[in-house]
């Protein structure tokens, strides 16, 4: 079985300095690892993957995420927060293995605000 | 914009009535999934579809059903509907099942609204 722990509900940064958003997986098997990121009234969007190539995944936006498999982790970062990255961020596992089909497995979000 | 589709954007709709909700997935792509976000449970897998039939189930309740077309598009239907399923209701869909590391592309959602 597969969760996912999204370590804070909200985080508020100031304009200009750096995001850390902090999530951990447990999975049965090497997971996938997703972050999505949705905007208020709007779908989810996709930000970045990881799919066991580099452990250091760099998305749209600016944003960065690591997977560290010793510490089942896969925090997602940016080095300086902008206004429009006031949103909702889910970390997202899945790790059913080739050839059945699953759904993603959604951490409960992070609230991200962006002070000016 | 993801190049999934979905419609009504929003339903308003009473309680014990049906609803159907549509999705048509990007093209090219076989595999529809559908969501339920809501601010108690989160977003939640309901149902997988690959190219007509269904490939998976998550925590879906026995009033509602999906279906998949042959031109691709998929259904949700709710039933018997409660307050409790009020929710935003999304679509993702993804280049085939199985693929787990293949990422999914979601529509703008449905906003279900049971009075």
């Known amino acids: 079985a597969q969760s996912v722990t999204q370590l804070d509900s909200h985080v508020s940064v100031s304009e200009g300095t750096p995001v850390l958003l902090r999530c951990n997986y447990s999975?049965?098997?090497?997971?996938?690892l997703f972050w999505y990121v949705q905007h208020p009234n709007k779908g989810l969007q996709l930000l970045l993957k990881?799919?066991?190539?580099?452990?250091l995944v760099k998305g749209i936006n600016g944003f960065e995420a690591e997977f560290k498999k010793s510490e089942t982790s896969f925090h997602l970062t940016k080095p300086s927060a902008h206004m429009s990255d006031a949103a909702e961020y889910f970390c997202?596992?899945?790790?059913?293995?080739?050839?059945?089909?699953?759904?993603?497995?959604f951490g409960k979000g992070t609230h991200l605000i962006i002070q000016p | 914009d993801s190049g999934v589709t979905q419609t009504p954007k929003h339903l308003i709709t009473a309680t014990g009535q049906r609803v159907t909700l549509r999705c048509s997935p990007r093209?090219?792509?076989?595999?529809v999934y559908w969501y339920q976000q809501s601010l108690d449970q989160g977003l939640q897998f309901l149902i997988q579809y690959y190219n007509g039939e269904e490939r998976a189930k998550g925590n879906i309740l026995e009033r509602f059903s999906a279906q998949q077309f042959p031109d691709l598009h998929s259904e949700l239907n709710l039933s018997s509907l409660e307050l409790g399923d009020s929710a935003l209701y999304f679509c993702?869909?993804?280049?085939?099942?199985?693929?787990?590391?293949?990422?999914?592309?979601f529509g703008p959602g449905t906003r279900l609204t049971v009075t």
């Open positions: 093209s090219g792509d076989l595999s």
């Open positions: 993702a869909s993804s280049v085939e099942a199985g693929a787990f590391s293949y990422e999914q592309y």
């Open positions: 997202v596992v899945s790790d059913k293995p080739g050839g059945g089909a699953d759904g993603l497995t």
């Open positions: 990881y799919t066991s190539a580099a452990t």
């Open positions: 999975s049965s098997y090497s997971p996938s």
